[in-house]
């Protein structure tokens, strides 16, 4: 090894040293209550995991973590089995109620360690904190069998502050496989996230495949390059024919949602409308108004790709496109967008203005909140609640949808009855730059979000009465992807500023530090360089 790296490989375990001295847990997302028991508890090539059926995935989980770096086989056995010293035991018998639904204890002592809670949720988020415990080294993928594999005693109890902790990914602007989506949904599960946002269709490309209508994905999910402005040769996301784009079939998206679940992520899919229909609409051109232009913003056009409110068929073909998409996804909710609608199109179409007309509407805003209502009524049908960016408000928001603000609206709608997952741009969008000093970061869409200002962010709103703070699900990161044409710079974009928001979503306020959580961060620097992911070091300036 070359002195420089000698060095440096000094300098890392000494700030690992001295940060997990100076938080013998060190787990991020803070839990509520911890405290510190005297002695170790080791693994050994003998340790049992412990679990009942209903719990076994998690078990192979955890075993399949711990596998790789221990070179322990880790047998999984009835939970019923005769305990022996150095066993993890995963149960839900006689868990504490009053941690809810994902809440946990996790006791650690020199003799094994127990996991328990009211739902597998709880104990896999049981299982996350126990891993934290662990060396670092727990997370490489090679053997490391020089490290004595301790954990501290310890004994946590915990439970998440709010419901919805989530994180979107724009895979429309720029396409990431399968594999790198699955990379994503580990690293949530790691800090307790349990909402993956899916952006699977805006102007630059539709990512999921109907059926019904195959050239959204033949031609809507392919363009003629990278596009914005950036290099050819930064992505690798080309067809045969030299295309930009790439699509997840449904078989993808099943197996990703199962994935997903058995991480105790439910996954959220965005389908555009009715703006930000460039890709569909180059694909099906008769869902638009009538001689409208359809500029794709990458190559420098504007945002014309709206869908018509004025012609039923617009209506008969979303329906048809989210009746598949219902069936892939089974968790609550379904988000339709509905931001920065260029209302243009409709001012100059005779089927909207006909509409508006007929309706009784005032003008294109409350057309936008008509199409809305039109729209939920079809995703209720199929048992699941609107959600959608803050423009959904415009014109009056729908009866029963759920509202993401990202620039306003958030305490109005919850004191108004809906529920509201707040996503601010000031201290939400992992698209901005994290220093100041743009030309030593990588190209980014512009705006300054650094690692603490992320910290800071409180989803409840000052100004919204108790009684309707129950409305706020929790907070939401967003990573649009306009610059970043490769997974490595997602990651870049996303850690270490996940962990903030993972512990803002998670964590108590009273448990929340800053210089704590700093410290803590050091240590999760080497955690995520055991697993390969490419991080922004805390080291560098902001």
Request: net charge neutral; glycine share 8%.
């Amino acid at each position: 090894m070359k002195p420089k790296k000698i060095l440096t490989a000094i300098v890392l375990a000494s700030v690992c040293i001295l940060a997990r001295a100076a938080n013998p847990t060190a787990i991020i997302p803070a839990p509520a209550k911890v405290e510190m028991v005297p002695g170790t508890f080791q693994l050994r090539a003998d340790t049992r995991i412990l679990a009942g059926p209903d719990l076994r995935a998690t078990a192979e989980l955890l075993a399949a973590r711990l596998r790789p770096a221990t070179g322990f086989k880790f047998k999984i056995k009835s939970a019923e089995a005769i305990g022996s010293a150095g066993d993890i035991l995963l149960t839900t018998k006689d868990a504490n109620p009053n941690l809810g639904a994902e809440g946990y204890e996790l006791s650690v002592t020199t003799t094994g360690a127990v996991v328990r809670a009211a739902t597998p949720a709880g104990i896999f988020y049981g299982t996350q904190s126990l891993l934290q415990l662990l060396p670092l080294e727990i997370f490489s993928a090679q053997p490391a069998p020089a490290v004595a594999w301790t954990i501290p005693c310890v004994a946590i109890s915990d439970s998440p502050r709010f419901a919805w902790r989530g994180f979107m990914l724009d895979v429309s602007r720029h396409f990431f496989t399968k594999p790198e989506v699955e990379q994503v949904l580990d690293l949530m599960a790691l800090y307790k996230l349990n909402t993956f946002h899916w952006h699977l269709v805006d102007d630059q490309g539709w990512r999921i495949e109907i059926k019904k209508y195959p050239k959204l994905t033949a031609v809507g999910a392919w363009r003629d390059g990278v596009g914005f402005g950036l290099a050819s040769n930064s992505t690798t996301a080309y067809d045969k024919n030299g295309r930009y784009g790439g699509f997840y079939t449904q078989r993808d998206i099943r197996e990703v949602v199962a994935y997903a679940a058995a991480r105790q992520i439910t996954i959220v899919p965005e389908i555009e409308m009715p703006g930000h229909s460039s890709a569909a609409l180059k694909a099906y051109p008769q869902f638009g108004c009538p001689n409208a232009r359809i500029d794709l913003p990458e190559k420098g056009g504007v945002f014309k790709g709206v869908y018509c409110a004025g012609n039923e068929a617009t209506f008969d073909f979303l329906e048809n496109i989210l009746s598949e998409v219902v069936t892939l996804f089974p968790g609550k909710y379904l988000h339709i967008g509905g931001d920065e609608v260029d209302k243009a199109n409709w001012r100059n179409c005779d089927a909207c203005q006909l509409r508006i007309k007929t309706e009784n509407l005032k003008d294109e805003k409350e057309l936008q909140a008509y199409f809305t209502r039109r729209i939920e009524k079809i995703v209720n049908a199929h048992g699941k609640t609107l959600i959608g960016w803050s423009e959904i408000r415009e014109g009056g928001l729908a009866p029963s949808a759920a509202l993401m603000d990202w620039i306003g609206g958030g305490a109005e709608s919850a004191a108004s009855g809906h529920d509201v997952v707040m996503s601010p741009t000031k201290y939400c969008y992992f698209d901005f730059y994290q220093a100041t000093n743009q030309t030593a970061e990588p190209k980014a869409i512009g705006g300054y979000l650094p690692l603490k200002r992320v910290y800071q962010f409180e989803p409840l709103p000052a100004k919204l009465a108790p009684e309707f703070r129950a409305h706020v699900l929790g907070g939401q990161a967003n990573l649009w992807t306009e610059y970043i044409p490769n997974f490595r710079q997602v990651e870049y974009m996303m850690f270490p500023r996940l962990g903030a928001l993972a512990e803002v979503d998670w964590s108590p306020p009273a448990a929340r530090d800053w210089e704590n959580f700093q410290s803590r961060t050091a240590l999760n620097e080497m955690r995520l360089a055991a697993l390969g992911v490419n991080y922004r070091a805390l080291s560098k300036p902001d």
